[in-house]
């Protein structure tokens, strides 16, 4: 499995990117897959996911209302739409495909098996 992950960029204070994430190799329908960030001297977060073929998706705290996780069975793509982007936001962010991730584990980087090369965010004041 390998993901590709696009989309990063710099960005004022308040507007908006699309990151996409292509995964190749296999579909990811049966898989969890997930947005993560890591900010410069911070620990990698989770941001949002979405677990296997269920419609249901899931975010952080800090993102949630702004960011809008989604997938594409038939291009076996999974957008972020950032919306309202803020300075904190800057970070680089990482798609992660779960083959096993069971629901209680989504938000964890260790239940993740594959991961993309990671795309950089910047947001400007």
Do not use: H
Not at 23 to 45: D, I, L, T
Not at 74 to 80: D, E, R, S
Request: with cysteine; hydrophobic share 30%.
């Amino acid at each position: 499995v390998q993901l590709q992950a696009s989309g990063g960029g710099l960005v004022q204070t308040g507007g908006s990117l699309r990151l996409s994430c292509a995964v190749s190799g296999r579909s990811f329908r049966n898989y969890a897959v997930s947005w993560f960030r890591q900010a410069p001297g911070k620990e990698r977060e989770f941001v949002a996911g979405t677990f296997r073929s269920s419609t249901n998706t899931y975010y952080a705290d800090s993102v949630k209302g702004r960011f809008t996780i989604s997938r594409d069975s038939a291009k076996n793509t999974v957008y972020l739409q950032m919306n309202s982007l803020k300075s904190e936001d800057t970070a680089v962010y990482y798609c992660a495909v779960g083959v096993s991730t069971i629901l209680s584990s989504v938000r964890q980087e260790s239940s993740y098996n594959y991961w993309g090369q990671g795309t950089l965010v910047t947001v400007s004041s």
